[in-house]
């Protein structure tokens, strides 16, 4: 349906990806008038292109940079467990079937000094928490007997799992549809002021033309394009890219029932329902570049085949029966980090009613930091549960930002 030239709603979402769209889903049921625009298709962002973990325990990124930096990764716990309890429910919360399988998940070490970090790991989740338990080589090879048996050992926590990030994205556009949200694609946010009065004037472009979105709200929720589009308003928001890559292999017989992760390596992997096994980790890929030399962020990052080779190499030593497997594909995705690692997740101090949802671990945190921020919204009012991760903690960053 094409949109009139001027529009009105209560919040502009800008980002059809996993948390604009389960927000829009949140805040339509609470009568808000929603306006979603997304410049490509639903999901075509980092939502749609990772590979559906939902890790819960401390991430290896955390870790690799000292016990300190660990200690700073553990105040994710608390979200992590409320993350838990939201995808257990989240099937029967929009009535159909995601492929949500949560049978448990194993962080593997090969030496004893990756088992010495996971016992430091798993003591911190536990005063927080969360029932990580150690699991020794060998009570490892019982419960995983397709990895490998010279594996030292592992921590595993029972909810951890995987779900189909292909489906989500819709069943929350779907539902948001349905409470009268109008979702555009193939419209993208050209321009951005704020009016005296402190509402936001909008300028969508799409394929039938422009229009002018007069808002009291809205939230960047476009993961990497976030600073660029805070940037319109003259505000900085400290979010970097983080080009990634995953691979698939053809399928095989169930063998592989949990998430598998590495403390010492980058490396997650899991097995599908159709029999594939996914392969990933953090492996950076490579951006593409601008004729001037500039990174390119609206094109697809470009494999990097000595980070895939290193990939599989870890992924097979793990579990040697990846060996025989043949490679499907391999293909990228842009994520984004903050300065601290933490998301970025709510009110921008220095422009009232501008919200912005980004940052690591979204697919795993999406669905519930979606139902704080719609709280938020709604309530005026920062949820307890979200304060270390609202933009405050950089707003000396926006210190000479001038708004009406």
Not at 94 to 108: E, I, K, S, T
Not at 292 to 317: C, H, K, Q, S, W
Not at 354 to 360: E, P
Request: proline share 6%; hydrophobic share 45%; net charge neutral.
């Amino acid at each position: 349906m094409r949109m009139p030239t001027t529009t009105h709603c209560d919040i502009l979402i800008v980002g059809g990806g996993l948390v604009g769209c389960a927000t829009a889903w949140h805040l339509s049921r609470l009568g808000f008038k929603v306006l979603l625009a997304e410049r490509g298709h639903l999901n075509s962002g980092a939502s749609g292109q990772n590979a559906g973990s939902l890790h819960f325990q401390i991430e290896r990124r955390f870790l690799e940079q000292g016990e300190k930096a660990a200690a700073d990764g553990a105040r994710i716990v608390s979200l992590n467990r409320l993350a838990i309890e939201e995808w257990k429910g989240i099937e029967e919360m929009l009535g159909r079937p995601l492929d949500v399988a949560m049978h448990g998940g194993l962080m593997v070490a090969e030496t004893e000094a990756e088992m010495d970090l996971l016992a430091f790991k798993v003591a911190r989740e536990n005063e927080l928490g969360l029932p990580t338990r150690v699991l020794n080589g060998t009570q490892l090879h019982h419960k995983a007997p397709a990895l490998s048996p010279n594996l030292a050992g592992a921590a595993w926590l029972e909810d951890e799992g995987h779900a189909n990030p292909r489906i989500l994205v819709d069943a929350f556009a779907d539902g948001a549809r349905g409470q009268g949200a109008v979702v555009q694609t193939g419209t993208a946010l050209a321009g951005l002021s704020m009016q005296r009065d402190r509402t936001y004037r909008a300028t969508l472009q799409g394929l039938d033309g422009e229009v002018t979105a007069n808002t009291p709200r809205v939230l960047l929720a476009a993961g990497h394009w976030v600073p660029r589009l805070a940037g319109l308003l003259g505000l900085n928001v400290p979010l970097y890219p983080a080009p990634l890559m995953m691979s698939v292999t053809d399928r095989t017989e169930p063998v592989l029932p949990y998430l598998i992760q590495h403390v010492g390596r980058r490396l997650s992997m899991k097995q599908t329902e159709d029999g594939n096994l996914l392969i990933g980790g953090g492996w950076p890929s490579r951006l593409a570049k601008r004729a001037d030399g500039t990174p390119d962020l609206d094109r697809p990052a470009i494999v990097e085949l000595a980070n895939l080779r290193a990939n599989l190499e870890v992924a097979a030593r793990v579990m040697p029966g990846l060996a025989e497997r043949s490679l499907l594909r391999t293909w990228t995705g842009t994520t984004c980090i903050s300065a601290d690692q933490l998301p970025i997740v709510g009110e921008v101090a220095a422009a009232p009613g501008l919200f912005v949802a980004a940052g690591g671990s979204l697919f795993t945190l999406g669905p519930v930091l979606a139902r704080l921020l719609a709280r938020t919204i709604a309530e005026g009012a920062t949820p307890e549960e979200l304060t270390m991760f609202t933009p405050r903690r950089f707003a000396h960053l926006d210190a000479f930002a001038v708004l009406p």
